[in-house]
């Protein structure tokens, strides 16, 4: 993928992510847990749901950046459950990579050990926002890889969004829309992102106090 096209591609995308961070049409809540709350709606990019997890840390959103930002030996695989590697596969400018996770099994080994190849833009906005935005892409360097099932992230992402008033606050908004692929039955993935989400607010929390206190 070369520059011009990997450019236009996650624009297309981040203006998605923040078209569902703007619509608040049609959500429907399936899970509040600890301040957290997760929604779902439809997909109109695959048969499947795009949900929508929304929650307040105590901590800045550069802090909150700091652990969720995309980056080979960040944070984020020291402390989410379900990554187990994150690796970059090219960077294309100091904002847009192509990435590779690896997740572990998941639901009582139900969902097996995924992978997912991604085209990941991040992007700043001047009220202090700082988002994430990625889709799935093919790469040459990234076959699929035995004991991994490829599975299909849609446009998603997050925005760690400043609280006015409360600069050590954060409001994190996540959109998940992924393809688990393989043969599962709907009712283990549509049981599964809403818990895996509300864990993951959990997670963050607490290492966000770990790497950051």
């Given amino acids: 993928m070369d520059l011009a096209e990997a450019a236009r591609v996650s624009e297309t995308v981040a203006e998605k992510v923040l078209q569902y961070r703007r619509d608040a049409s049609g959500w429907k809540i399936c899970r509040e847990s600890n301040g957290v709350s997760v929604s779902w709606r439809p997909s109109v990019e695959f048969p499947g749901n795009l949900y929508r997890g929304e929650g307040i840390l105590c901590a800045t959103p550069e ?31 100091d904002t847009l990579c ?20 991604d085209l990941v ?23 699929p890889k035995p004991g991994f099932v490829r599975g299909f992230n849609h446009p ?11 600069p050590n606050k954060t409001n994190l908004v996540t959109f998940f829309q992924t393809d688990l692929s393989g043969y599962l039955p ?21 290492a966000v106090k770990k790497f950051h206190d």
């Avoid at 926002?129 to 990625?134: F, L, W």
């Fill in 121 to 143: 833009l991040v992007k700043r906005y001047e009220d202090g926002t700082i988002s994430s935005n990625a889709t799935h892409v093919e790469h040459p360097l990234c076959p």
């Fill in 98 to 117: 192509i990435s590779r996770t690896s997740t572990p099994s998941a639901a009582m080994k139900l969902i097996s050990p995924r992978d997912f190849v």
């Fill in 63 to 93: 802090e909150v950046w700091d652990c969720v930002k995309p980056a080979a030996g960040g944070l984020r695989e020291k402390w989410d459950e379900n990554v187990t590697s994150f690796e970059i596969i090219q960077s294309i400018t």
């Fill in 186 to 206: 709907q009712s283990v993935v549509d049981s599964f992102f809403p818990r895996s989400m509300t864990s993951f607010y959990a997670n963050l929390q607490k």
């Fill in 156 to 166: 998603c992402g997050c925005f760690c969004e400043p609280l006015p008033g409360e």
